[in-house]
């Protein structure tokens, strides 16, 4: 089955930037529907952004909207997370997470793949 790895999480500075990889192991993630979500302790998990099958499409929440991006690399077998403008509140365990029959809205999307998270925390 399929197996996801994010990196590139650690420790900045309110206003830094870091760029998140969720790196997939199956030649069929071409075709999955790729979304971020993050999990601070004591809170529920919040959604982050998503990306179509071909990238054609984005999607983020309201929270990350102008400060986050997310890309893929098909070739690669890689989604990506860049993050801009970090603030305090944006310190969370980062996860990716892959739904193979993804389409239309995200809001419709079921994950079967899950990530083991990296951790982001930023400073004040």
Known sequence: QEQLVESGGGLVQAGGSLRLSCA??????SN??????RQ?????REFVAAI???GGSTWYG??????FTI?????????YLQMNSLKPEDTA???????PYGGGDPDTWQYDYWGQGTQVTVSS
């Not at 601070?40 to 529920?44: F, L, Q, S």
């Not at 890309?71 to 989604?79: C, H, I, L």
């Open 32 to 37: 999955y529907a790729m979304s971020w979500f």
């Open 52 to 54: 179509s099958w071909s």
């Open 71 to 79: 890309s893929r690399d098909n070739a690669r077998k890689t989604v």
């Open 93 to 99: 365990a980062y996860y990716c997470a892959a739904d």
């Open 24 to 29: 997939a192991s199956q030649r069929a993630f």
């Open 40 to 44: 601070a302790p004591g809170k529920e």
């Open 62 to 67: 309201d929270s990350v909207k102008g400060r």
